[in-house]
């Protein structure tokens, strides 16, 4: 029973372009989401969050859209740079339990 | 550096074997997991430590056995492997259960090959 769908395993995106990053969720108590990124051969690395009670939280070049109605959030990052190829995980937690995680999207962005 | 480390970083072994992998933070945190990245890539949680009290325990093989020696530390035992349990498993800390700002911090994931 997959909670958190992340539909799109890879991604390709020319450098300097907008990178857009999906995620889907069944679990309509989840109410705290968090993107990750992972390099080859390193453990997951905290992106950014975003609360329920918001619907947009932006850092940087990175953007994270909550869309409750439809349980859909996505990353964006503008402009993508090179060093930004990875893999993003979406992970989602209701009420302060643990995280469940998405199976990932790897990111290429070409130069 | 502050972070949380876990040993050893590549594991092969053959089947029916008993090992441990490691893992260490000195961020400080309150809670420990383990993390097994199954081949369809997902994250899936297996144990959860609060100041070395087992919070959560998952659907997991009672082969795997947790032990917390203190807050710091949350090794994995696995017995008698099987070639199923080959995977990556990630060791992480949190603050404290509840506190999920900054979310989790992950060690780099310990590869284990069951041949």
């Known amino acids: 029973d997959q909670q958190v769908k992340q539909n799109s395993p890879s991604l390709s995106v020319q450098e300097g372009r907008i990178s857009i990053l999906n995620c889907d969720y069944t679990?309509?108590?989840?109410?705290?989401f968090l993107w990750y990124k992972k390099y080859p051969a390193e453990g997951p690395t905290f992106l950014i969050s975003i609360s329920s009670i918001k619907d947009k939280n932006e850092d940087g070049r990175f953007t994270v859209f909550l869309n409750k109605s439809a349980k859909h959030l996505s990353l964006h990052i503008v402009p993508s740079q090179p060093g930004d190829s990875a893999v993003y995980f979406c992970?989602?937690?209701?009420?302060?339990?643990?995280?469940?995680f998405g199976p990932g999207t790897r990111l290429s962005v070409l130069p | 550096d502050t972070a949380v480390s876990q040993t050893p970083k590549y594991l092969v072994t053959q089947m029916g074997n008993d090992k441990s992998i490691k893992c260490e933070q000195n961020?400080?945190?309150?809670?420990m997991y383990w993390y097994k990245q199954d081949s369809k890539k997902f994250l899936k949680i297996m144990f959860s430590?609060?100041?070395?009290?087992?919070?959560i325990n998952e659907t997991v093989p009672n082969r795997f056995s947790p032990k917390s020696p203190d807050k710091a530390h949350l090794n994995l035992h696995i017995n008698s492997l099987e070639l199923g349990d080959s995977a990556v498993y990630f060791c992480?800390?949190?603050?404290?259960?509840?506190?999920?700002?900054?979310?989790?911090?992950f060690g780099s994931g310990t590869r284990l090959t069951v041949v």
């Open positions: 992480a800390s949190s603050q404290r259960q509840g506190r999920l700002r900054d979310g989790y911090t």
């Open positions: 679990n309509s108590m989840f109410d705290y």
């Open positions: 992970a989602a937690s209701a009420s302060g339990q643990n995280f469940v």
């Open positions: 961020l400080g945190h309150d809670t």
């Open positions: 430590y609060n100041n070395k009290e087992l919070i």
